[in-house]
């Protein structure tokens, strides 16, 4: 809340109702993103602009924002802003205005926030729109050696596990809270022709006999591979309550390169001993 700067709203916003008004702008949210604070004269033209605020919102996710009164004064703010950040602002007026709040605010997670699940360490959480929130729970010795199938060459780069909390289950075909396995997988093609490669139909077997396919709505690999290009990716499979409990060993096998919707290359099993970093 430090990065916060404020100016005297024009006239238009309100003017004609409001006794005074700022806006807030908050560089993290967006460039000339934030909110407003009003004062009006009366609880009835607050309520005029609190309504305008609210019904915007029940109109569609594009004109969600949050609102809050303390006495005459209002409080909007940018519906990109977490709930929890809100109720930090929310609260602040209160106890500005009357006092006190009682305005419950949600003790914030001390691990660490990062971008993408390749970066991600033990204890990190990483936010996907789509997937939900993973929380790094292992880390576990990826094998060193090279595959081939025709003329993609890969590599599995890293392996580690997670806790997923999923942000539409139904949609991902997953429970709302799951492990799963994620390997950062790095492929070239070694040749000049388009060829297709798909780490995220991988599938899996454990020595505790289960075989489990790849999440491929959740795994983000880009499978057509140009002439001469490497690419990067993640290949997810959902573990279940069990995690790798009591597994000791994986086998992972991809399918083979194919080319014009004809497979040109051979499958491939990776063998993977089951141990942490």
Known sequence: ???????????????????????????????DAG??????????????????????????????SHTHQSGLFLLQMNGDMEDNDFAKYAA???EAVTGSTSIKITEESKANKVENLTDAQVGDVVKDDF????????????????YKSADVEFTINQIKT??????DPDLIETKPETNVLI????????????????PNTAKMTTDTKRQISSNVMISPFES????????????IFDLGEEGLEGVTELKIIFDG???DAMTIGEEVTVVVPVNKK
């Not at 709203?9 to 004609?16: A, K, Q, S, Y």
């Not at 909110?35 to 029940?58: H, I, M, P, T, V």
């Not at 390997?183 to 798909?198: A, P, R």
Request: aromatic share 10%; no cysteine; hydrophobic share 35%.
């Open 1 to 31: 809340m430090k990065s916060e700067k404020f100016r005297i709203l024009p006239n238009d916003e309100f003017g004609n109702i409001r006794k005074e008004g700022k806006r807030i702008l908050i560089p993290s949210l967006g460039s």
């Open 35 to 64: 909110g407003r604070l009003f004062l009006f004269d009366n609880e009835e033209n607050l309520q005029k602009a609190k309504s305008y605020y609210d019904e915007l919102s029940n109109s569609g996710p594009m004109f969600y």
């Open 92 to 94: 602040s007026l209160e």
């Open 131 to 146: 997937a939900g929130t993973y929380t790094i729970t292992d880390l576990y010795i990826a094998p060193t050696d090279k």
């Open 162 to 167: 997670a806790k997923l909390v999923a942000e």
């Open 183 to 198: 390997l950062s997988i790095t492929g070239e093609n070694l040749s000049d022709d388009t060829v297709s490669f798909h």
């Open 224 to 235: 057509e591979f140009i002439g001469n290009i490497i690419q990067k990716g993640e290949v």
């Open 257 to 259: 390169t194919a080319k």
